[in-house]
């Protein structure tokens, strides 16, 4: 999926002198506050997270109760969804006039009536609210549906994703991977309601760092980035 990157930080974290035969607990208390919000400093929405403390000696800084500078060399896992991304998540509720989405488990997503293509069309299918494709009846969008879908926009403060199903390369990925081979990857143009369509697949990532540079999962907690 696009909108998750990797990326290097040299950082350093404040412990208190409480904590000093607990050095790297408090780092990763101070870490984990980073979790699941956006920053500034690395563009993006922090996920996950694996470091080192660069050195075994604490620099003390001078005050009435003065903290140790632990210094950490640090690969962060990034959220940072930009116009144009395709993105992928889990469709939780359906209107006549929107699809909704989380993406990653945390990050809210809206499609509204307008960026939905006409070839979906919305009913009411034994009970269940749905929009179906007019022209391949197995493609269906509903709760539940992992669906992939182009990023419009991205609002930092709430990490809330507006986003479109205009492209033809984007719907249902179950039913997009099993149509691959019938359409063009090079079929990337928008198309409004009423224009003809193409499919392509997406692939799932999870997210988190192992110490070999693989992505997986974490808590919450803070830091400060050194100048």
């Known amino acids: 999926m696009e909108g998750l990157k990797v990326s290097d930080a040299n950082l350093v974290v404040y412990v208190h002198p ?23 400093n690395f ?30 060399k640090a690969k962060l896992l990034l959220f940072a969804p930009k116009p144009n991304m395709l993105l992928e998540g889990k469709v939780v509720k359906l209107t006549q006039t929107s699809i909704h989405v989380i993406v990653l488990g945390f990050s809210s997503a809206i499609i509204s009536d307008e960026d939905i293509r006409e070839e979906f069309n919305y009913k009411i299918k034994h009970g269940d609210e749905q929009f179906g494709s007019r022209s391949h009846k197995r493609h269906v969008i509903k ?13 930092e403060e709430i990490l809330h994703i507006s986003g479109s199903l205009v492209p033809a390369n984007t719907g249902s990925i179950r039913w997009l991977a099993r149509h691959l081979e019938e359409f063009s990857l090079t079929e990337r143009s928008p198309r409004k309601r009423g224009e003809s369509e193409g499919e392509l697949v997406i692939q ?5 760092l192992n110490n070999d540079n693989r992505i997986k999962k974490s808590k919450k907690h803070r830091i400060s980035e050194e100048s």
């Open 18 to 40: 409480s904590k000093s035969t607990k050095v790297q607990q408090a780092v990763l208390r101070e870490l984990s506050s980073l979790l699941f919000k956006f920053s500034e």
């Open 43 to 72: 563009d993006g929405v922090v996920l996950a997270y694996d470091f080192q403390i660069q050195d075994k000696i604490a620099k003390i800084l001078p005050g009435f109760h003065p903290y140790f500078a632990v210094r950490l």
């Open 143 to 155: 709760v539940g549906t992992v669906i992939r879908f182009l990023v419009k926009s991205f609002d």
């Open 204 to 208: 799932e990532q999870a997210y988190s």
